[in-house]
């Protein structure tokens, strides 16, 4: 039998998000019985990140690289120690209060995300492109008074302060720099227990409401020493770098957890375009890349423009890995992309395969101290080579900020990921296909009913459905199905304008790249709309062309 996780004393005063943890008795079953997750019950991850090195002598290592900048493992702990100071001293941040986070890959943005954890805070960090409206949600969910954000992206945080939102207050990087810079460099880190809460981790489901996925400090170390570890072997001579954000739990294991937590070091890219990724793989020669397929795929005619010759380890996550990507990838770098499937409620990748390992085609086999099976809908175990419901258990796992669908997503201790899954007799696992309303374009997570809210409000949208659209770029492309208003007219402008006005209302990744004008939509004799009837069109169209 597993054995239960330690826990410890919280160090939280303020025990919001504790207390609104679901209840035990809907968490999934955890397995903690390996011996690289033998922790303690009183741990701050802050500390294992940065000052661990520190006392080991290793402060002087980089830890941090930009085209302009390199810190050290000292000079983030230092940074982080004295930002943590404001928090407190400044700011009145209590052990478990919230702090949201709004940056681009910056060493700000870290530096910041490290001072919210060494105070006993918890992190909520969010992604540059989110609209004030999505942020103050956000907000109002996780009951959120302190935001930092970067100067470059105050225009929709300061809208956030309006209304029933309970932010009051919001500083800026420089502001925070200036306050720091009076600070000490020294900090006693909060003794937060192994489960204390240490990030609320936002994801949006099929009906576009966000869910705030909790994770404790044990967590994002255990995903460090399984995956980071056993997956995807590296030491500290190693660089890191990638395009996903910080915000998401991919870029944060990728680009900051699992390089710390060995004494290697990240570079950070704030607008990660092939040729920015390229280049920085050349100029600090990374040997370890995190990005999505349509990434890999546009480098692919780029790379000989660049000095790749340092990557060992490059891993695609975020969608669906196409074979004829991992093909070509390997033919032109003699690399095998490691392939992953992960989610905000777990953390990170949860199966996997690296080196000979790999099967083309197959995302792997469960990562280290994991477990995966594969389920019908009656939660009956399906033999290999059916198809059925993905359901994954580990030392991570689901626990929703209060939301009843908690009980969706974890059902008789497993995690069902919402995905499609057929397992071989050699115990590989094949991604089959999504099986909620998702659409994965890019690597970014797409809820249709989101898009759709949007465009409803304009006037000239009488009704609407979004689909994910086959794209050979992006994987998928948001397809909406528009019926106009009566008042409205047809005309040639009219997509771009519904474009736009979606990419002003939320982040503008999410608007529909094709739009399509119809009489009716597909329904049910209740009134829901057939969006699978829609996607099938899609498919039947693209494999047609």
Same mark, same amino acid.
């Given at each position: 039998?597993?054995?239960?996780?330690?826990?410890?004393?919280?160090?939280?005063?303020?025990? %919001?998000?504790?207390?609104?943890?679901? $209840?035990?008795?809907?968490?999934?079953?955890?397995?903690?019985?390996?011996?690289?997750?033998?922790?303690?019950?009183?741990?701050?991850?802050?500390?294992?990140?940065?000052?661990?090195?520190?006392?080991?002598?290793?402060?002087?290592?980089?830890?941090?690289?930009?085209?302009?900048?390199?810190?050290?493992?000292?000079?983030?702990?230092?940074?982080?120690?004295?930002?943590?100071?404001? +928090?407190?001293? &400044?700011?009145?941040?209590?052990?478990?209060?919230?702090?949201?986070?709004?940056?681009?890959?910056?060493?700000?943005?870290?530096?910041?995300?490290?001072?919210?954890? @060494?105070?006993?805070?918890?992190?909520?960090?969010?992604? =540059?492109?989110?609209?004030?409206?999505?942020?103050?949600?956000?907000?109002?969910?996780?009951?959120?008074?302190?935001?930092?954000?970067?100067?470059?992206?105050?225009?929709?945080?300061?809208?956030?302060?309006?209304?029933?939102?309970? +932010?009051?207050?919001?500083?800026?990087?420089?502001?925070?720099?200036?306050?720091?810079?009076?600070?000490?460099?020294?900090? /006693?880190?909060?003794?937060?227990?192994?489960? &204390? =809460?240490?990030?609320?981790?936002?994801?949006?489901?099929?009906?576009?409401?966000?869910?705030?996925?909790?994770?404790?400090?044990?967590?994002?170390?255990?995903?460090?020493?399984?995956?980071?570890?056993?997956?995807?072997?590296?030491?500290?001579?190693?660089?890191?770098?990638?395009?996903?954000?910080?915000?998401?739990?991919?870029?944060?294991?990728?680009?900051?957890?699992?390089?710390?937590? !060995?004494?290697?070091?990240?570079? +950070?890219?704030?607008?990660?375009?092939?040729?920015?990724?390229?280049?920085?793989?050349?100029?600090?020669?990374?040997?370890?890349?995190?990005?999505? $397929?349509?990434?890999?795929?546009?480098?692919?005619?780029?790379?000989?423009?660049?000095?790749?010759? @340092?990557?060992?380890?490059?891993?695609?996550?975020?969608?669906? *890995?196409? +074979?004829?990507?991992?093909?070509?990838?390997?033919?032109?770098?003699?690399?095998?992309?490691?392939?992953?499937?992960?989610?905000?409620?777990?953390?990170? !990748?949860?199966?996997?395969?690296?080196?000979?390992?790999?099967?083309?085609?197959?995302?792997?086999? =469960?990562?280290?101290?994991?477990?995966?099976?594969? %389920?019908?809908?009656?939660?009956?175990?399906?033999? =290999?080579?059916?198809?059925?419901? *993905?359901?994954?258990?580990?030392?991570?796992?689901?626990?929703?900020? &209060?939301?009843?669908?908690?009980?969706?997503?974890?059902?008789?201790?497993?995690? %069902?990921?919402?995905?499609?899954?057929?397992?071989?007799?050699?115990?590989?696992?094949?991604?089959?296909?999504?099986?909620?309303?998702?659409?994965?374009?890019?690597?970014?997570?797409?809820?249709?009913?989101?898009?759709?809210?949007?465009?409803?409000?304009?006037?000239?949208?009488?009704?609407?459905?979004?689909?994910?659209?086959?794209?050979? /770029?992006?994987?998928?492309?948001? @397809?909406?199905?528009?019926?106009?208003?009566?008042?409205?007219?047809?005309?040639?402008?009219?997509?771009?304008?519904?474009?736009?006005?979606?990419?002003?209302?939320?982040?503008?990744?999410?608007?529909?790249?094709?739009?399509?004008?119809?009489?009716?939509?597909?329904?049910?004799?209740?009134?829901?709309?057939?969006?699978? @009837?829609?996607?099938?069109?899609? !498919?039947?169209?693209?494999?047609?062309?």
């Amino acid at each position: 039998m597993p054995r239960n996780p330690p826990t410890g004393k919280t160090a939280h005063v303020d025990t %919001f998000v504790r207390d609104h943890l679901p $209840p035990l008795s809907t968490w999934p079953e955890l397995l903690y019985d390996v011996p690289e997750l033998d922790y303690p019950a009183q741990v701050n991850v802050a500390a294992e990140l940065l000052d661990a090195h520190l006392d080991a002598g290793r402060g002087e290592r980089p830890a941090v690289r930009t085209d302009t900048e390199l810190w050290s493992y000292r000079e983030l702990t230092e940074r982080a120690n004295r930002i943590a100071r404001v +928090l407190l001293e &400044d700011f009145g941040v209590v052990p478990g209060n919230r702090v949201l986070l709004r940056g681009p890959n910056h060493p700000m943005m870290l530096a910041c995300w490290m001072a919210v954890a @060494k105070a006993g805070g918890v992190v909520v960090a969010t992604m =540059p492109l989110l609209r004030s409206h999505e942020l103050t949600v956000i907000a109002q969910k996780a009951r959120i008074e302190l935001a930092l954000c970067d100067d470059r992206l105050m225009e929709e945080m300061e809208a956030c302060t309006e209304g029933d939102s309970p +932010l009051r207050q919001i500083a800026t990087f420089a502001d925070l720099e200036r306050l720091a810079a009076k600070k000490s460099a020294d900090f /006693e880190n909060v003794e937060t227990a192994i489960d &204390d =809460p240490v990030l609320i981790a936002f994801t949006s489901g099929t009906t576009g409401t966000p869910k705030g996925c909790v994770h404790f400090h044990r967590d994002i170390l255990a995903s460090a020493d399984t995956f980071s570890k056993k997956t995807l072997p590296c030491d500290e001579n190693d660089v890191f770098t990638g395009s996903p954000p910080l915000a998401f739990t991919f870029g944060f294991g990728m680009l900051a957890a699992f390089p710390l937590r !060995i004494g290697a070091s990240t570079a +950070l890219v704030e607008k990660p375009s092939p040729e920015a990724i390229l280049e920085t793989c050349a100029r600090h020669g990374v040997s370890v890349l995190a990005t999505a $397929p349509t990434a890999y795929r546009t480098m692919l005619p780029r790379l000989a423009d660049f000095d790749v010759s @340092k990557l060992r380890h490059c891993v695609s996550a975020g969608e669906t *890995l196409p +074979l004829p990507t991992s093909e070509a990838w390997r033919d032109a770098t003699g690399l095998r992309l490691i392939d992953g499937i992960g989610a905000t409620e777990l953390f990170h !990748i949860f199966i996997s395969a690296v080196g000979e390992d790999i099967r083309p085609g197959a995302t792997g086999k =469960p990562v280290y101290g994991y477990e995966a099976k594969i %389920f019908d809908d009656d939660l009956g175990e399906l033999p =290999p080579g059916e198809v059925g419901r *993905l359901a994954v258990k580990g030392p991570t796992g689901c626990r929703y900020l &209060d939301d009843a669908r908690q009980t969706s997503y974890v059902r008789n201790g497993w995690n %069902f990921t919402g995905d499609a899954y057929m397992k071989d007799e050699d115990g590989f696992y094949w991604f089959q296909a999504r099986a909620d309303d998702m659409i994965i374009s890019a690597g970014y997570n797409i809820s249709g009913p989101e898009v759709e809210e949007a465009l409803l409000a304009h006037d000239a949208v009488a009704d609407c459905a979004c689909v994910a659209s086959p794209d050979a /770029e992006r994987g998928n492309v948001v @397809k909406a199905f528009v019926v106009l208003s009566a008042e409205a007219h047809a005309h040639d402008e009219l997509a771009r304008e519904l474009q736009d006005f979606v990419k002003a209302r939320i982040a503008p990744y999410k608007y529909p790249r094709a739009i399509e004008l119809v009489d009716t939509l597909p329904r049910t004799e209740t009134g829901k709309v057939q969006r699978f @009837k829609l996607r099938q069109l899609e !498919i039947e169209r693209k494999a047609a062309t």
